[in-house]
């Protein structure tokens, strides 16, 4: 990616000759927790939820629309950053080790500059993970590997190929009927699949559902290889 820019759910913002006029400011997600005021006693009770909240990501923007015409062009862009149900992944050249999941929060009407530019503000309701891309590389493991994770506590898919036992820090999945075929455990969503076909009745769990700890993770496995994609993510 060039200087200036940002892709949201997969088109660059260098389609609609937009420029980001000023460097976003780098939000911290807040942790959740919840207060409890007890009567007669200073200070409030502090239940830590162990999640964190949402933040919000702005880009000032403006757009060249001399070749498209100003109505065109604000149709085009109010279409590519409005036209998004529900998340969608948004990077960009400022962090260009991280991706968000994102949402358009709020756009401001696209103002019109002589019917030749325009200008507009639009925020970005992120979730509180910044995933770092190396996170997105598929790792071969070794049974007995420890696996350091030098960030926040995350949720990666395996895939294994033969029927065997999973172990991560003495969490378990037993794999039943995989016989030539690659099963991926998606810990996050916590299910199983081969392509589009549901695999859940051919694990069995034993603790919780596999995730690494921030720090060492040990990872054995038997009767089976198996690669993994960690899903790193830090705030």
């Known amino acids: 990616m060039g200087v200036n820019r940002f892709v949201f759910n997969g088109v660059s913002s260098d389609a609609f000759n937009i420029r980001v006029t000023k460097y976003p400011d780098y939000a911290v997600p807040q942790r959740v927790v919840t207060k409890i005021s007890v009567p007669g006693r200073n ?14 990501k702005e880009y000032d923007l403006y757009f060249n629309a001399k070749r ?14 409005c036209g998004v149900g529900g998340y969608a992944r948004l990077e960009d ?56 994770n030098h ?17 991560v820090n003495g969490n378990s999945v037993a794999i039943s009927n995989n016989l030539n075929k690659t099963i991926v ?17 051919d694990i ?8 690494l700890v921030s ?6 496995f038997n009767n089976a290889s198996c690669t993994i994609i960690p ?5």
């Open 215 to 220: 720090g060492e993770n040990e990872i054995t």
């Open 231 to 235: 899903r790193w993510w830090t705030l």
């Open 68 to 81: 498209g015409g100003f109505h065109e062009t604000a149709r085009n862009v109010a279409l590519w950053l």
């Open 43 to 56: 200070g409030d009770l502090i239940q830590d939820t162990g999640a964190y909240s949402n933040f919000r």
């Open 204 to 211: 069995s769990v034993t603790g919780e559902f596999p995730f």
């Open 185 to 201: 455990l998606d810990c996050e969503t916590q299910n199983a699949y081969t392509g589009d076909e549901n695999r859940n009745s």
């Open 93 to 148: 050249t400022y962090d260009p080790d991280v991706y968000l999941m994102a949402r358009v929060d709020n756009q401001e009407e696209l103002a019109n500059w002589m019917n030749y530019m325009g200008r507009l503000t639009v925020a970005f309701d992120c979730k509180p993970q910044r995933f770092l891309k190396i996170g997105e590389e598929e790792k071969g493991l070794t049974t007995g590997d420890v696996l350091n």
């Open 151 to 167: 960030w926040m506590p995350c949720y990666p898919i395996f895939m294994l190929n033969g029927s065997g036992t999973l172990t």
